[in-house]
């Protein structure tokens, strides 16, 4: 894509946010994002297949964003408590335009699904890199059925169950996730002490 391509889906991608947040997503079509970004209504095709396309990828672009500055932002030195940290960072990401988009993704599914696939992958990956990096988890916790990638797994969908339930508590999740990596870690505070 070139440069002043990039600009122009850019732009449609912002004015669709910002009457995402303040209107809606009701509010959003082909001809109002033509018009507010001042191009032909045929334009906007050339970058988005229909509104749900401009949805999908308002979302998709969101979550990159927020995947990035995760990766900054989670400065724990052990996974239990870095897993605290993005859980806690990814409800502040759930902010009402946010669990608008998502919700809106509901018409297609399937697409919706497939394009976050890409964001799933690359928190899991995070995850398992998390996990990679603390050396306070023993290599005996790991075994050829309970692998990192499994219990990464695992983390994720309890991580999104959490997420959905906005008033959910972490704090069984977080003791569990200790147990199982920190078995034998002497003189910890409980998970509830740090949450």
Known sequence: MR???????????????????????????IRRLAAEAN????TVYHYFDSKQDVLL????????????????????????????????FLRSKMNDCAEILMQSLQDDAETGRLRMASMQRVLRQSLIERMESDDAIADSVWSESFTKEAFADFVFLNVLSLLQRKDADTVAFLEIVNRILYPNRENALSVEKRI
């Open 39 to 42: 191009i032909a209504i045929g």
């Open 57 to 88: 990828t308002l979302t998709e672009e969101y979550w990159k964003e927020a995947l990035l500055q995760m990766r900054e932002r989670i400065t724990a030195e052990h996974f239990d408590e870095q897993l605290r940290e993005i859980i806690n």
């Open 3 to 29: 440069k002043k391509d990039a600009e122009i889906k850019k732009t449609l991608l912002s004015c669709a946010n910002r009457i995402e947040c303040s209107e809606g997503v009701g509010a959003i079509s």
